[in-house]
């Protein structure tokens, strides 16, 4: 994953927020009901906003990623968290260790090795641990409805540097991470009716 040209201006939440952050953090205290620890790992975590909403809630979180103008930005306004600059070239869990949840927000639409990144999730996570990835929502009627209405330059972004350059469906994700060893793969679609969703969480379990 070869995003580190990737800049952030600031700390601040992106405008994802609105939809992405309170069906994560419900699923996150619904895993992780009972535990002590509550372990979380931020894969991409950019400028640190959601980190720090997690650690606001009693999560203990640290993370990664691979955008030097974030994790400054992070360390900056975030100095109490572990953020560092890091990605899944290299042994993550090897370095950080192993953790009940991983969460990885708008960020596998950006990665040149998918397999690599799914790898890199599954062995960061304890037996039973469960990933939690967001990407944008693309499905049958959404790309119809985008077609034609004459979109799919701006929602393609081909001029956005570092952008997106994977364009996720439930069946290739959920393929994905099928092929990575994990089971009871689920969906929520979030930011519009379902059909037009703006994006999808998967939450996927690491068996025993």
Same mark, same amino acid.
């Given at each position: 994953?070869?995003?580190?040209? *990737?800049?952030?201006?600031?700390?601040?939440?992106?405008?994802?927020?609105?939809?992405? @952050?309170? =069906?994560?953090?419900?699923?996150? !205290?619904?895993?992780?009901?009972?535990?002590?620890?509550?372990?979380?790992?931020?894969?991409?975590?950019?400028?640190?906003?959601?980190?720090?909403?997690?650690?606001?809630?009693?999560?203990?979180?640290?993370?990664?990623? =691979?955008?030097?103008?974030?994790?400054?930005?992070? !360390?900056?306004? *975030? =100095?109490?968290?572990?953020?560092?600059?890091?990605?899944?070239?290299?042994?993550?869990?090897?370095?950080?260790?192993?953790?009940?949840?991983?969460?990885?927000?708008?960020?596998?639409?950006?990665?040149?090795? &998918?397999?690599?990144?799914?790898?890199?999730?599954? +062995?960061?996570?304890? =037996?039973?641990?469960?990933?939690?990835?967001?990407? &944008?929502?693309?499905? *049958?009627?959404? !790309?119809?409805?985008?077609?034609?209405?004459?979109?799919?330059?701006?929602? #393609?972004?081909?001029?956005?540097? !570092?952008?997106?350059?994977?364009? @996720? #469906?439930?069946?290739?994700?959920?393929?994905?991470?099928?092929?990575?060893?994990?089971? +009871?793969?689920?969906?929520?679609?979030?930011?519009?009716?379902?059909?037009?969703?703006?994006?999808?969480?998967?939450?996927?379990?690491? &068996?025993?």
């Amino acid at each position: 994953m070869n995003i580190s040209g *990737y800049k952030y201006v600031d700390a601040g939440a992106a405008h994802t927020h609105a939809y992405l @952050w309170g =069906p994560v953090h419900l699923t996150l !205290n619904a895993v992780l009901a009972g535990s002590a620890t509550r372990r979380v790992f931020d894969l991409g975590c950019g400028s640190g906003a959601f980190a720090r909403s997690l650690s606001t809630q009693g999560f203990s979180v640290c993370g990664v990623d =691979p955008s030097q103008t974030g994790i400054e930005n992070a !360390n900056v306004a *975030y =100095p109490q968290l572990r953020l560092e600059i890091g990605s899944t070239e290299e042994d993550l869990a090897g370095r950080f260790g192993k953790f009940q949840a991983i969460t990885s927000l708008e960020v596998i639409e950006h990665v040149y090795a &998918p397999r690599q990144f799914a790898g890199r999730i599954y +062995d960061l996570l304890e =037996p039973e641990g469960v990933a939690i990835i967001s990407t &944008p929502y693309h499905g *049958y009627l959404k !790309n119809l409805a985008i077609a034609i209405l004459g979109k799919c330059d701006d929602h #393609s972004t081909a001029l956005w540097d !570092n952008g997106h350059i994977k364009f @996720w #469906s439930i069946k290739t994700l959920g393929q994905l991470l099928k092929e990575a060893g994990f089971t +009871d793969i689920r969906f929520l679609r979030v930011g519009r009716i379902p059909v037009l969703a703006k994006s999808m969480i998967a939450i996927a379990r690491k &068996p025993k």
